[in-house]
């Protein structure tokens, strides 16, 4: 039955083409989605499936019930846009200005839509129930997916799946990572407080631009000296606002920066390492302070089971030279929110085709992918539904419950 699936889901390509390309002329903001909501509300609604509507604010949840009794997977899809001036030149070219579909969000959308129209066809031989999380708001803070699951998209799932298109890889390969799989994100804003003066009186003052001098080479030191080798951290300071002239010493220096980390304690080592730093160099100097650090997505974990399982289910289907072990992202995801609730795992597909111009990175306003990947990430979806739901009924002891 599998390979009719598979058969059914490339009739579906141009279908999904049509969804996708729609999508990315009418782009949404985060936390502004409107159409893009309601328009897979609909579509899903027109498959007989159950749908919610407004999860979190602005997501759309559909359950799809078998016809025999099993355990339940998600499939997770994002639908947000970014802020980015769409500057490709193609007949579906983003029509709202200083809006874009610059990730591939809009490719998920329509490529878990026709996930869910093959497997609404077969309902009465899925033994189980597949729930399809349609999630607004991953691109900012804060993001859809925490917000969904306080509004219960995650009620009685036992695994979700998830998948991205990376306009680095080439199209026609799936990737898989085991444990950690992007990194956690978190900011800091650091304002230090000293006395200003005259430049030419220095010895009158407290000041903060050499504070915050000194600061930012101290703080390099947690991830060299601190830090485990094995895990793996970026700290980085973006912005260093202080004075406004020559012959003044300004009275506040501010620095604005990021966080990256995968391990959960190398995460808490460096926020308690930069606070310690900050009040420790400071106080030498004679300068107050004021230190905020907030806590974004934290990392994927891929459960090593969920990871095996697409793996296998992705070679079985395109074979096993396309199926590689991928690297971390360095990037962070708010898919990593419902990991931290039931196991699951986030693969990716390639995109990239640089005949058609599918070869600038993501958030680049000439954002663009291979449709074709498409074809990677639903197969690998409908089959991992079937390799779940099938694995534990043929495992459940004869009237067992198997949703116990």
């Known amino acids: 039955m599998l390979e009719q699936l598979y058969n059914r889901y490339e009739q579906l390509q141009d279908e999904m083409v049509a969804i996708r390309r729609d999508l990315h002329m009418n782009p949404e903001l985060s936390h502004h989605e409107e159409r893009t909501p309601a328009f897979v509300a609909e579509y899903l609604r027109g498959l007989g499936i159950d749908v919610r509507t407004g999860v979190g604010s602005r997501g759309v949840v559909g359950t799809l019930k078998g016809g025999k009794p099993g355990r339940t997977i998600a499939l997770r899809a994002d639908f947000d846009a970014l802020p980015i001036q769409d500057e490709k030149d193609v007949p579906y070219k983003s029509t709202v200005p200083g809006v874009m579909h610059a990730c591939g969000h809009d490719l998920h959308t329509a490529t878990l839509l026709g996930v869910a129209k093959v497997l609404s066809e077969v309902r009465d031989d899925i033994p189980g129930t597949v729930v399809f999380i349609h999630q607004h708001a991953e691109e900012i803070t804060p993001g859809g997916a925490a917000a969904m699951i306080e509004d219960g998209c995650l009620d009685g799932v036992d695994t979700i799946i998830g998948a991205h298109v990376m306009s680095h890889e080439p199209v026609g390969g799936v990737y898989t990572v085991e444990g950690y799989s992007s990194s956690a994100q978190d900011d800091f804003e650091i304002t230090i407080y000293g006395k200003g003066g005259h430049a030419a009186s220095p010895h009158t003052t407290v000041d903060p631009l050499v504070t915050g001098s000194q600061l930012v080479v101290n703080l390099q030191q947690i991830i060299s000296r601190r ?62 302070y004021e230190f905020k650090y907030v806590r974004d997505c934290p990392s994927i974990y891929n459960d090593p089971d969920a990871t095996a399982r697409v793996a296998k289910v992705a070679a079985s289907i395109f074979g096993e030279d396309r199926v590689h072990e991928g690297e971390p992202m360095s990037g962070s995801e708010d898919f990593a929110y419902y990991t931290q609730h039931v196991k699951g795992t986030y693969f990716t597909a390639g995109g990239g085709n640089p005949e058609i111009g599918a070869e600038y990175p993501h958030h680049h ?40």
């Open 227 to 288: 830090v485990n080798p094995m895990h793996s951290a970026v700290l980085t300071i973006g912005s260093f606002q202080s004075g406004e002239t020559t012959n003044v010493i300004p009275d506040k220096a501010v620095l604005k920066g990021t966080v990256r980390t995968y391990a959960p304690e190398a995460r808490d080592l460096i926020e308690e390492a930069m606070e310690r730093l900050t009040r420790t160099t400071c106080e030498g100097n004679g300068a107050g």
């Open 365 to 404: 306003p000439k954002f663009d992918v291979d449709e074709r990947s498409m074809q990677y990430i639903g197969k690998t979806f409908i089959g991992t539904v079937f390799d779940f739901l099938e694995e534990t009924e043929k495992t459940a002891e004869p009237g067992a419950a198997v949703n116990a």
